[in-house]
Structures are given as C-alpha cells and as structure tokens.
C-alpha cells in the first residue's frame, strides 16, 4: 500500500469511528465541578448513542453544577418573565430559586408543603404539587395559595407529583404514594385512592381521572402538538414509560413506550421526570443521568451525571437550556433544541 492510499484509508476509518456510537461507561467521567480544572471539550459525560443525537450536541460548551447542598432536588420550572429557576427540596420543605442575571440561588419559599413538581402557567403563575398538604396549589399574583386538586370522590389524593398544563388551561398531574410513604418527604399516612393520573378543567375546576393503568405515576409531559401523554410509572410492577393518546381532554389507548435500562450495564432503570424537546424526543432523568428517547421510544442520546437525575426543564432565554435537578445538586447544559413547551 502506498502512502496515499495508506492515509486515505486511516482517515476514512478515524471518520467512520467519529460516526461509530462509542461504547458506553455508566460512569462519569471525574471532573473539578467547582471550575477551578476545567473539562476539555467536548463534554465526555454527553454521548451520542445514536447519529442521531449528534444533532442537539454543542461541541464547545459543558456541564455546570449551578448549585449543590439540597437533600433530595426536584422539580425544576422556568419563569421566563423573571428569568429564574425554581425548584424543590422535598425533604427540606424548601423551594429554591436561582436567578439568571447574577447566578445567585435563594430561599423561594420556607415552608413549601414538602412540594415536588412544579410547573407555570399561560398566565405566569406557579403551580406546585405538594406532598405535605396531598394537594396541587396554584399561587396567585398577590402571593396567596389557591388550592386546584385535593380530593377525589370525596379522598384525599396521595401526594401529587408531578404536573403539566394544557392550552386550554387544563392541568394534568400524577399523584403515586411517594409522599405520604413516611415521613421524609412529607407526612407517613394511608393512602385513600388509588394511584391515578388527573385532569382539572381549566373552566370548570372539576377533577377527573384519566388513567389508573400505572403503579405508581410519576414523570408527565405532552408531545409538541399534544397529541400524546407520556407519564413515566416507576412502580415496582411497571418501571417503564407509557403513551396515551389524547383527545378532548382525554386519554386512550394506554401503550408501553420503553422499558430504560442502563447504558453499557442492561441493568433495569427508570424515567423519573421527563420533558419533550421541539422535535418530540423525550429527555428523561434516569439512571445515569438523563436519557433521551426518540418519539418511537429509542434510546439516542446520554448526560451521565455523578448523581440520581430526578427530574428536567428546558429554561433560559431561548428555552435551549436543559436544567438538571439531581439529587444533592441543581445541573445545566446548553444543547442544540428548545423546550417543547413553556414549563
């Protein structure tokens, strides 16, 4: 072989291989997360499983710990007019809130009602499932509390736990039995109902059930066109992703998305919270970090964290800011999507 064709061939194989999903540690790579040794570009913790993940990869930029100390971090929502995150501290029976303009995180609200998922509105106002009240709370303008969900057919909810809203002002949450399991991330009770996911009419306030087909309903989120309902069931007899069909405010055609396991091990994972980008593929906290799955529920894409990834939100000015609430930590990465949606 001559040295023409000798480099021709090297280089169309080092060209093949950039193409080649690598083969996948489920542990991250150690790093100085305080900044002070700083990770080469690019990000060896955000992998491309599949080609076709490549797409929504910045070459150029990496992971940031916005924050750590929290006991168990959850849902992560973006105030776009305020240009701040907010999320919670279960255990800790805080919200927290970090601010964009000056990368400062304060106290949001002491107490919070062991508060998980949080969510906005069309109209800018927060949403909140709380734990310790069993309750779904919107708060108001002049910063009072409206209670939207608490019983249903006369029983308390368990402790709803994660939640959306529709554009036709309906919200939609899960409530599993997390909460009131003992007395960490809320108050030790029984459970009254049976495990469910909900609708509140936007008009009305009537809450109805849409599906109980789920062990333990966690993770919520609507395709782009909303089209479709995607909840993550981390109970012990799912433990996978499942796909409703939506129409008029209405859900059928109950359907397994996805059974996660855990890159490069196969062992058994799960979604716990989960958010769509614009192209309809589903960014999901699960173990080792975030998963995304393409519409169709293939896996594409992976951001190991040194953490338990609770729960995501696109955020920022652009909404091209995945933020990461992962158990003692607040995380971020810029990618090449938006957010599906407002919250």
Not at 30 to 48: E, H, K, L, S
Not at 62 to 81: C, D, Q, Y
Not at 196 to 223: H, M, Q, W
């Amino acid at each position: 072989m001559d040295r023409r064709a000798f480099l021709f061939a090297t280089s169309a194989a080092a060209a093949f291989a950039q193409q080649a999903p690598p083969p996948v540690s489920p542990a991250p790579t150690p790093r100085d997360w305080t900044g002070v040794v700083p990770v080469q570009y690019p990000d060896p913790d955000v992998i491309a499983i599949d080609p076709r993940f490549r797409k929504y990869m910045i070459g150029n930029t990496s992971m940031k710990r916005l924050h750590t100390g929290t006991s168990w971090a959850e849902g992560p929502a973006w105030n776009g007019v305020g240009k701040y995150l907010v999320w919670s501290d279960i255990p800790n029976n805080v919200q927290l809130r970090w601010i964009a303009d000056d990368r400062r995180v304060t106290v949001f609200r002491n107490p919070a009602g062991y508060s998980n998922g949080n969510t906005f509105d069309y109209q800018g106002r927060q949403l909140s499932c709380e734990h310790g009240g069993r309750r779904v709370v919107r708060y108001e303008y002049d910063g009072s509390a409206t209670t939207i969900a608490e019983r249903f057919e006369g029983k308390r909810l368990n402790s709803p736990n994660d939640i959306v809203v529709h554009p036709d002002g309906s919200i939609w949450f899960t409530d599993p039995p997390y909460g009131i399991n003992g007395n960490y991330e809320g108050y030790k009770a029984d459970k009254e109902v049976k495990e469910a996911v909900y609708r509140v009419d936007g008009k009305t306030g009537a809450i109805a059930k849409l599906s109980d087909e789920v062990s333990a309903p966690n993770g919520i989120c609507f395709s782009p066109d909303y089209q479709r309902l995607y909840v993550a069931d981390t109970g012990a007899e799912g433990r996978d992703m499942k796909v409703w069909d939506v129409t008029d405010g209405r859900v059928r055609n109950c359907k397994q998305l996805t059974k996660l396991t855990i890159p490069g091990t196969g062992a058994p994972s799960a979604a716990d919270g989960i958010r769509c980008d614009v192209d309809g593929n589903i960014w999901c906290g699960a173990r080792p970090g975030v998963q995304v799955l393409t519409p169709e529920g293939q896996l594409i894409g992976l951001i190991r964290l040194p953490e338990n990834c609770a729960n995501v939100c696109f955020g920022g000015e652009r909404r091209n800011r995945l933020f990461m609430t992962a158990s003692q930590s607040l995380y971020v990465l810029a990618v090449q999507t938006t957010g599906a949606h407002i919250a």
